[in-house]
């Protein structure tokens, strides 16, 4: 078994049991009959950190990402669009109003972007490479979450490794002008252009 399996395994366990406990164990919103925000986000803290904030490694933090992003990723994970061994199924849990109150409760936390070890001269490399391939869709170094496409900047690499090899392995489908972009990109620069944006995005503070 691999590193990568044995983080995912743990973080299913995790996630269903934070998943359970917080779902069931928690009071219900009386005037609305649907779970508060701020409940349903606790269902994501196993994985995903406090208000969204992961502590690490292969969980994203999803604080600060934009409402239609959320709820974007949450309607694709559903529907089986975009796979996942833990999402697909967590993600069906939710009903419509479920993933638009925690939209809202999500996109207003504050990225929280924790110190991670990295490579300075490939982080600069890294940094040219973003520019030129990737800043169309993740602007402000990939820093921003107006473009609704997904914040990479302080993103732990772990998980920033994982989901780039799902992209250029074609395990993820894309969009055709994100197809166009990392083909482009994994042809020109192969695993040392992947290496060098993953320690750009992981030296951001």
């Known amino acids: ?9 743990l973080i299913v366990i995790l996630g269903i049991v934070v998943f359970s406990s917080a779902l069931y164990g928690a009071p219900a919103n009386n ?4 779970a508060s925000a701020r409940m349903l986000a606790n269902t994501c803290a196993g994985c995903h950190g406090t208000r969204g904030s992961s502590v690490g490694p292969a969980s994203p ?3 600060g990402i934009s409402y239609d992003y959320f709820i974007e990723t949450m309607e694709a994970y559903q529907s089986g669009e975009r796979p996942s061994t833990i999402m697909t199924r967590i993600a069906k849990g939710y009903n419509e109003k479920e993933i638009e109150l925690m939209a809202g409760y999500f996109s207003k936390q504050s990225f929280v972007r924790l110190p991670q070890e990295h490579d300075g001269n490939a982080a600069r490399r890294g940094k040219k490479l973003h520019k030129k391939y990737c800043d169309k869709c993740h602007e402000e170094g990939g820093r921003s979450a107006e473009d609704d496409a997904g914040i990479l900047a302080g993103q732990w690499e ?3 490794r994982f989901t780039l090899e799902d ?5 993820r489908p894309m969009e055709k002008k994100k197809k166009i972009r990392i083909n482009k990109l994994d042809k020109t620069h192969g695993k040392a252009g992947i ?3 993953v320690h750009f995005y992981a030296s951001q503070q």
Do not use: R
């Open 1 to 9: 078994m691999n590193t990568k399996q044995l983080l995912v395994i």
């Open 31 to 34: 005037s609305a009959g649907t």
């Open 61 to 63: 933090t999803i604080a």
């Open 158 to 160: 772990p998980y920033l």
């Open 167 to 171: 992209f250029t392995s074609g395990k």
């Open 195 to 197: 290496d060098d944006l």
